[in-house]
């Protein structure tokens, strides 16, 4: 009877996708630590002095490294992924929007906005990949 719930337990698992392997862990650890550093990256990013260049190179590796973690982690974090989407997006738009400001303090302003909203739904993903993860550190302190 013992080996039978164990078998069915094994299963339900592969099933539902809900027991992941040491190695999936930390692939997703791994994904998440990159997209803390570019995350991190973009909100230290010196506005005035790199440009529209940097800026736009910056929010590339945001995405790329995105792209990383959702491709790693599944259908994990549904609830903070979707937000993180619409934070990055909205980050996206702050930064589709700087060509046709007539204020550079306002583009500044509102690119600013947008990183914070960012880093904020950053800090939710990451709080509950750690919860979930064990020992997946995400802090980005420097």
Do not use: Y
Not at 117 to 140: F, I, P, Q, R, V
């Amino acid at each position: 009877m013992t080996h039978k719930l164990i078998a069915g337990f094994i299963a339900a698992c592969a099933l539902l996708g809900a027991c992941s392997s040491s190695d999936d862990e930390a692939s997703t650890c791994e994904a998440l630590q990159g997209l803390g550093t570019s995350i991190q990256d973009l909100g230290n990013l010196d506005i005035v002095s790199t440009g529209t260049d940097g800026l736009n190179e910056a929010l590339d590796e945001v995405e790329t490294s995105w792209q990383t973690v959702q491709d790693d982690a599944g259908d994990q974090f549904s609830d903070q992924i979707d937000s993180f989407n619409s934070a990055l997006e909205g980050v996206d738009d702050a930064f589709s929007s700087i060509p046709e400001s007539d204020s550079p303090a306002d583009s500044a302003s509102e690119v600013s906005t947008s990183i914070d909203g960012l880093a904020t739904a950053w800090d939710s993903l990451a709080s509950a990949a750690e919860s979930e993860l064990g020992d997946c550190d995400l802090s980005t302190d420097s």
